[in-house]
């Protein structure tokens, strides 16, 4: 294969008030021609920090390339003027970032900003470049483009937005593009059509991609290769089949492990334990060791060197030397040992007292010109006491703004929300605060950077008066820091001195506080890492388990909802078009839109992904009066005409009597 690319030997530096941050620590790998490299591992272990480093983003001059080369047609772009890096960014080497609005300008249409990079690489008119403009936003599958291409930024839904990135990457059809957690963003059916047609895209132009992401699932989809980072460095790298089969890493062992298992009923998910190392201070040795189960004595005292597994699969661990001993690992579970530990019952006995009751829910927003859009449109649901209500569906199907309207963010165009039997809307506002608390999606900008976590979490207690003394107050605050897994020494420090995962668990800290029987999670997971996932998870099913709370966890990764919730509801344009328990939903999916969603889900096992068909959503007349929800068998609801309901009560008893 023709090499493209070569990374040799690179180190990365930060400047900062407390110390030189070594980010990148000796990184070596090269990109092939038409190949897609997918870079995993957990934030901070310095992915996104090399990948920039290709593009020459690294902010000068607090960050720095102490050491190393980056090979690109015969010349090191690490020596490249500002120039010679503007000649190559967008037609050579091009970049898709992770959070589409900072790398928007909401001062542009969306069409403005693609025939921007057109025009300054390709010998195109003005018109051309916008014919092609709008051509490639009807390719990442944007409907309506030419109407679309004349709208703005803050037009678009979250995932809409990244859509637009992903065009404007691929505007000047470069020879090499970067992804960097393209779709972590994105629900799995967009997720699944950007894939696919980054694929396209390769096949066709012969692209070479380096894909970075935290999703397994997505790198056993599209990648040929993959190399782990960890503290830095790559630990493992190999053929995707390689990696995933024949993994020799403990951190790689530990990253799949985390993922949880569709086919499979967990009580609890793998975790890794610990936390990556301060690269202020990178440890001597192993920089996993502290977090190794199986570490040797040598781990503590030498870095391992890359060790050859075959000829295109290397992993830097002790645990492969000739004279180590064979060391079992637990994470090493294979899958028939997996189902006989995992659970045999698969639903919880779950209290039928009704502590959330929605009827005919509408929320509904004027957008201008008449126009209004029904974000919500007449939904009805209970969630009983002590259950997790599981709700998916699409960016834009309306259910974060049915989490925000049930803990009256928004006050509802329609319809009535019943608390343990009381409409929340003429209830006492600080009384449902109370009781029903709210997870967000980002665990940083929910809190206020200027107060301390004391503060944060005890801005509730504050507020309903819970405690008699500041001493009180400190002990709640310690307690809670402790229950999510903080020390007290985290108290008096600020939103910015912790990791992802540490905000979120400060987030549910503040949710608990006032000891709310009803928590809405809000998407409180997915900008997290498969390992933190899996913590973040664990942790609010055993917080559930020992307050008997209950839970509306709202999310568009099915994997982990199908883990966590007993019974989950689908939504679609505004309303649900099926709910049942977790298991039967996954099992036995009635409704077009809710198999289409389950076909797209990432699975982290790279045969099942790149031979598994997906399931085209189909288009259905949603408006009619007799389009309904209508109970096809026990528990399991499905919006349908009456024909199709009598098609799904058969087909749901066929089921039944096969079970």
Not at 31 to 51: D, F, H, N, P, R
Not at 256 to 279: C, F, R, V, Y
Not at 537 to 547: A, V
């Amino acid at each position: 294969m023709e090499k493209i690319l070569s990374v040799d030997d690179l180190h990365i530096s930060f400047d900062t008030y407390d110390g030189e941050v070594k980010a990148v620590r000796g990184v070596t790998f090269d990109l092939y021609k038409g190949e897609t490299l997918a870079i995993v591992g957990e934030s901070g272990s310095g992915k996104s920090v090399m990948s920039k480093s290709i593009m020459g983003f690294i902010p000068k001059p607090s960050g720095k390339v102490v050491n190393g080369n980056i090979w690109y047609k015969k010349r090191d772009i690490t020596t490249f003027s500002k120039k010679e890096l503007m000649n190559i960014r967008g037609s050579d080497i091009s970049i898709i970032f992770q959070d589409p609005m900072t790398s928007l300008n909401p001062t542009m249409t969306v069409k403005n900003q693609i025939i921007e990079g057109i025009l300054a690489h390709q010998n195109l008119s003005k018109k051309e470049a916008g014919k092609k403009a709008i051509e490639l936003l009807g390719l990442v599958g944007i409907v309506n483009p030419e109407e679309r291409a004349k709208q703005y930024p803050h037009q678009f839904s979250g995932g809409m937005q990244q859509r637009v990135v992903i065009a404007m990457a691929l505007a000047c059809n470069p020879e090499i593009l970067i992804a960097d957690e393209p779709t972590t963003a994105l629900d799995v059916t967009v997720q699944s059509q950007v894939l696919e047609l980054l694929k396209d895209i390769q096949m066709k132009m012969g692209t070479s991609i380096i894909f970075i992401t935290h999703d397994l699932g997505v790198v056993a989809n599209i990648a040929d290769r993959v190399a782990v980072m960890y503290a830095g460095k790559i630990v493992e790298i190999g053929k995707t089949e390689e990696v995933f089969y024949n993994s020799q890493h403990p951190y790689t062992k530990g990253l799949l492990a985390a993922m949880p298992d569709l086919n499979i009923s967990q009580d609890e998910l793998h975790t890794i334990p610990g936390s990556p190392p301060n690269l202020l201070y990178p440890p001597v040795g192993d920089a996993f060791a502290q977090r190794n189960e199986n570490a040797l004595k040598i781990d503590f005292i030498h870095e391992p060197p890359m060790f050859k597994v075959s000829d295109t699969h290397y992993a830097a661990t002790w645990l492969l030397h000739e004279k180590a001993k064979p060391t079992v690992s637990v994470l090493r579970v294979d899958q028939k040992e997996k189902k006989q530990k995992a659970s045999n019952n698969l639903v919880r006995e779950i209290s039928k007292e009704k502590i959330l009751e929605v009827k005919g829910l509408k929320q509904h927003f004027n957008s201008g010109k008449n126009k209004v859009i029904k974000a919500v449109d007449g939904i009805s649901f209970e969630i009983y006491k002590g259950e997790t209500f599981g709700l998916v569906g699409e960016s834009g199907c309306g259910k974060s703004t049915t989490g925000r309207t049930l803990i009256r963010l928004y006050n509802a165009t329609d319809g009535k929300v019943y608390f343990k039997g009381v409409d929340i809307h003429k209830s006492n506002k600080l009384n449902l605060n109370k009781n029903i608390q709210m997870i967000f999606q980002d665990p940083y900008s929910s809190l206020n950077p200027r107060w301390t976590v004391t503060d944060i979490i005890a801005e509730g207690m504050d507020i309903h008066g819970l405690y008699t003394s500041q001493k009180e107050r400190m002990e709640k605050v310690y307690d809670l820091l402790k229950t999510v897994g903080l020390s007290k020494e985290h108290a008096n420090r600020y939103p910015h001195e912790f990791s992802g995962g540490q905000r979120q668990r400060i987030g549910i800290a503040r949710a608990l506080a006032v000891d709310p029987e009803l928590i809405i999670a809000d998407e409180p997971i997915s900008a997290l890492d498969v390992s933190i996932q899996a913590q973040i998870t664990n942790l609010l099913k055993k917080l559930q388990r020992e307050k008997n709370l209950t839970y509306l966890f709202i999310a568009h990764d099915l994997s982990m909802v199908k883990y966590i919730s007993d019974r989950v509801g689908v939504m679609y344009q505004g309303k649900l078009v099926e709910v049942a328990e977790s298991h039967e939903l996954y099992n036995n999916p009635l409704h077009p839109y809710t198999k289409s969603l389950l076909s797209a889900i990432p699975v982290p096992d790279p045969k099942v992904e790149k031979n598994r068909k997906k399931i085209e959503k189909e288009q259905w007349d949603t408006t009619s009066e007799d389009y309904q929800l209508r109970e096809v068998s026990e528990g399991h609801w499905v919006a349908c005409n009456e024909a199709q309901y009598k098609k799904y009560t058969k087909f749901a008893l066929k089921h039944l009597h096969v079970l």
